[in-house]
């Protein structure tokens, strides 16, 4: 059967919050067939468009219209633990009806159960292996899953119904690199209706068109991310060029107005001496004077036109020129000596049973990867003193903070600075609201609760109070830190990460933010602790 043209229609959507903050006002979108990526700041709405679609939100105004079966893959997704894998996969029922008729029960309930999906256990199983979950049997439960192998169960129980409409809402968060490279293949080999919110670079290479949502509204591309970067470039060059030229023509309208001001008083003066000295009389003279001031607004009148309409101009210019604002941060507190040392793993053993021996000096900057459940968090959370070893002994000599993947250090309830406050009880108010506006709050921004932030706002917030704590941190510990980002945060994020002067230990999957962090070692958490080539 043919493919709609258009087979997901928003029409004059709204959305806010019951708190009544809006998200979307008068928004459409129509997404056709191929592969789509939905892309836009922290904020914008990416994933309650999603969910507005998926029917996990009902929209406060407008239409939402899906041609066929939907597929969500939601963020943040977690599996009751005492789950079957055939369960989370929807095939429970259907797989016991089926044996039930290979073992001679005929009930017509079983057929039923079974409908046409006779090779549903080969299927499961081939999808499975496809997504390199190979190793789960269908009986088993899922509270061995790590968090990345359950994002690829729940995508896999998605892929075995074969929806005409797939969501998937930052599907590479917590996948490791084999995760990762399975999942591109999935997507590269797509050929339904694809809508993907990512900020991962490698996946939003394989997508037929990029969907920028900005300001509430859509901006669409084509092609892949390479493409809509190439093109973007492009714009924004000749935005900035007309930028400066609109910022020039206001400066010389300003001045031709001035001028004509200062040529019109000139001549209003001298023509009223000449009526003085030729002794012009009253009602001559007062003629002379309304038409000289007739001729002054008609002018002065040209150019204060003119100027506005400069600035019209420049206010246009000023609009086409994006501001994804940066980090600005100066941190000379965090700085550590070469020699000293900061971290020291003697012996450890997890409770995986992985080991670790680590000897970590100065400002180095490690990467630490692995797969899925090697431990690299449970590695994290013990330099942090939040778990004990197993065995062996940690040693940390130097100030510590540990972001973890979950953004959960914060207190809902009170503002941005007064959660960093609680990180630097001594400084004043007015210190660190100085200090959060080069995170990029600034004003009523820094006033906000940190429940009501976005995804972006809250890592920068919860970044601002590690960074800005004392005593200063020395040694960072960062757990995926780029999940959940947009592209202009992770670029953020990099910056902060430049003006840290400390020793930095980074678990992340994001090969292409990695590499841009100036490391020092690769270390691979697979068993045992060891170094590697860098990637």
């Not at 359950?150 to 995760?179: F, G, K």
């Not at 309304?290 to 002065?300: F, H, P, V």
């Not at 609680?422 to 100085?434: S, T, V």
Request: charged share 25%.
């Amino acid at each position: 059967m043919a493919q709609p043209t258009t087979a997901v229609l928003c029409t004059d959507l709204a959305f806010e919050w019951p708190d009544g903050k809006p998200v979307l006002d008068g928004f459409n979108l129509a997404v056709g067939p191929g592969r789509t990526g939905l892309i836009g700041l922290n904020g914008a709405g990416k994933s309650t468009l999603l969910r507005l679609i998926a029917g996990d939100l009902a929209p406060t105004r407008g239409a939402i219209r899906v041609a066929g079966e939907l597929g969500y893959l939601p963020q943040g997704l977690t599996l009751d633990t005492g789950l079957r894998v055939d369960e989370a996969l929807g095939i429970r029922a259907a797989r016991e009806a089926l044996h039930a008729i290979e073992s001679g029960d005929t009930d017509q309930r079983h057929f039923d159960a079974v409908g046409d999906d006779w090779d549903v256990e080969e299927r499961a199983r081939a999808t499975l292996d496809r997504l390199g979950l190979r190793r789960l049997g269908l009986d088993r439960t899922t509270g061995e899953l790590s968090g990345g192998e359950a994002v690829l169960l729940r995508l896999a129980a998605l892929l075995l119904r074969r929806p005409d409409v797939l969501l998937l809402d930052e599907p590479t968060n917590n996948l490791d690199r084999a995760a990762r490279e399975r999942l591109y293949e999935t997507v590269a080999g797509w050929h339904g209706v694809l809508l993907i919110v990512s900020h991962d670079r490698e996946l939003l290479a394989h997508v037929d068109q990029i969907a920028d949502l900005r300001d509430g509204d859509v901006t669409w591309y084509g092609g892949n991310f390479d493409a809509y970067e190439h093109t973007l470039a492009a714009q924004q060059e000749t935005a900035e060029r007309l930028l400066r030229n609109a910022e020039a023509d206001v400066q010389r309208q300003k001045r031709d107005l001035v001028e004509a001001r200062s040529r019109l008083e000139r001549s209003a003066s001298y023509g009223k001496k000449r009526s003085v000295t030729r002794n012009d009389p009253h009602i001559f003279a007062g003629m002379l004077k309304r038409k000289g001031q007739e001729t002054a607004g008609r002018l002065q009148g040209m150019h204060t036109e003119r100027l506005e309409e400069a600035k019209q101009r420049l206010a246009a210019a000023e609009e086409a020129v994006r501001d994804d604002a940066e980090i600005r941060i100066d941190l000379p507190r965090t700085a550590v000596p070469a020699g000293r040392t900061v971290l020291t793993l003697q012996k450890v053993r997890l409770p995986n049973g992985a080991t670790a021996d680590l000897d970590l000096r100065g400002p180095e900057r490690i990467a630490l990867v692995g797969g899925n459940g090697a431990g690299k968090t449970t590695l994290l959370r013990t330099i942090a003193g939040e778990l004990s070893p197993l065995e062996g002994e940690v040693t940390t000599p130097v100030p510590l903070r540990h972001l973890p993947q979950r953004l959960d250090l914060l207190d809902d309830g009170l503002s941005v600075v007064q959660n960093v406050k609680q990180f630097a009880p001594a400084a004043g108010d007015n210190a660190i609201r100085a200090r959060l506006a080069r995170f990029l709050f600034r004003g009523a921004r820094a006033e906000q609760e940190a429940g009501t932030l976005s995804g972006g706002e809250r890592f920068r917030a919860t970044l601002a109070a590690l960074l800005l704590a004392d005593p200063p941190p020395q040694l960072l510990l960062l757990d995926e830190p780029t999940n959940n980002l947009d592209l202009a945060s992770v670029r953020q994020l990099t910056q902060a990460l430049a003006a840290y002067q400390g020793a930095l230990v980074v678990a992340s999957h994001d090969l292409p933010f990695l590499r841009g962090l100036g490391l020092t070692r690769w270390l691979e958490l697979d068993g045992e602790l060891r170094g590697v080539d860098p990637m």
